[in-house]
């Protein structure tokens, strides 16, 4: 069956989403934003593990490995869902504990999503990550179209993850669009095992301690988004004009490119006293030295208006006014 095109006039109040990964960094953070953009019985959140009460009494809530294609496609059919968000995966510092597994979860997972996509017409958004990119890709700036020859096992996922969509939707006709995350800084949920989690765990640990211990070097520029952006990336994307979407899938997004030393600096704005020292870590230095320093996303703002909300100093303000409330 060939898949229809999303006319993205298409009204709100007809879609209905599946979710899988609900229950990780941006899942936690995009269900709750979709269900309030499009109503809480029309987006079913489902995750590998049960959840707690708060992520599965606002709305519908399934068990569900999104690697098992029958189960995937049982809940797709039961939900009527028309767009899939497939956010389960394995990510860059846990996939080199684990490669085969990472390779498995990624792969089969996002084989089962399409395939099912393909068979039910669904709309599907899949992220991709600076950790596509690699050691040969130019690092200042990265373009949309550029060199890609990641070193790690979550990077060659991410490559062929945006292959195989573009396959998809070329032999298919299924609606597939996605984005490039790069790192994510957020309030709520854990960092999930990635090698930007330093932008993470160094506001929790300032206001707990005024101190962190970062496992980066100092000077280890990554670009880094605003968690508010990115899920605002994931929920424009797939609203936007498909037929201004020249790339369609793998759009490169950010928000700001941050250090550890120029992130230690924007806190201490807020927190004068906040000290920063460094055990590095060779194995995730080595992935952050493979990504890029600087991306460009005027791809992204040329054909679907992307324009991040947040820099640095508004994300350190905002993340720390939550952070001590809580």
Avoid at 77 to 96: F, P
Avoid at 169 to 181: E, K, L, M, P, Q
Avoid at 224 to 245: C, F, K, N, S, T
Wanted: overall charge negative; glycine content about 8%.
């Amino acid at each position: 069956m060939k898949a229809t095109i999303r006319d993205p006039r298409e009204s709100i109040l007809l879609k209905r989403i599946l979710v899988t990964g609900a229950g990780g960094q941006i899942g936690s953070w995009l269900v709750p934003a979709l269900r309030r953009t499009y109503g809480d019985s029309k987006v079913l959140a489902t995750d590998v593990r049960h959840l707690d009460r708060e992520a599965t009494d606002a709305g519908p809530f399934q068990v569900l490995d999104a690697t098992d294609a029958k189960a995937v496609g049982q809940a797709v059919m039961r939900h009527r869902a028309d767009t899939v968000y497939h956010l389960a995966a394995i990510l860059s510092a846990i996939g080199e504990k684990d490669p085969r597994l990472a390779w498995h979860v990624n792969m089969a997972s996002l084989e089962a999503v399409l395939e099912v996509a393909r068979e039910q017409d669904c709309a599907v958004f899949t992220p991709s990550s600076i950790g596509a990119f690699g050691p040969d890709t130019p690092k200042d700036p990265t373009t949309q179209d550029t060199l890609m020859r990641p070193a790690t096992i979550y990077g060659i996922t991410k490559v062929a993850g945006e292959l195989l969509c573009d396959y998809y939707h070329t032999r298919y006709g299924v609606d597939t669009r996605g984005v490039r995350f790069p790192g994510l800084i957020s309030y709520g949920a854990p960092p999930g095992g990635g090698t930007t989690d330093w932008a993470v765990d160094i506001f929790y640990k300032a206001v707990r301690h005024s101190q962190y211990t970062c496992f980066l070097r100092g000077d280890s520029q990554l670009d880094m988004m605003y968690m508010p952006d990115a899920v605002r990336a994931a929920m424009q994307i797939m609203e936007a004009d498909p037929g201004r979407l020249v790339h369609r899938n793998a759009f490169n997004v950010t928000g700001m490119q941050l250090t550890p030393e120029t992130l230690a600096a924007e806190i201490r704005k807020h927190i004068p006293d906040f000290t920063i020292d460094y055990d590095v870590d060779p194995v995730r230095q080595g992935i952050a030295d493979s990504w890029p320093d600087r991306i460009d996303d005027s791809a992204a703002r040329a054909e679907w208006d992307w324009n991040a909300a947040f820099g640095a100093a508004a994300m350190t303000k905002d993340m720390l006014e939550h952070l001590v409330e809580d």
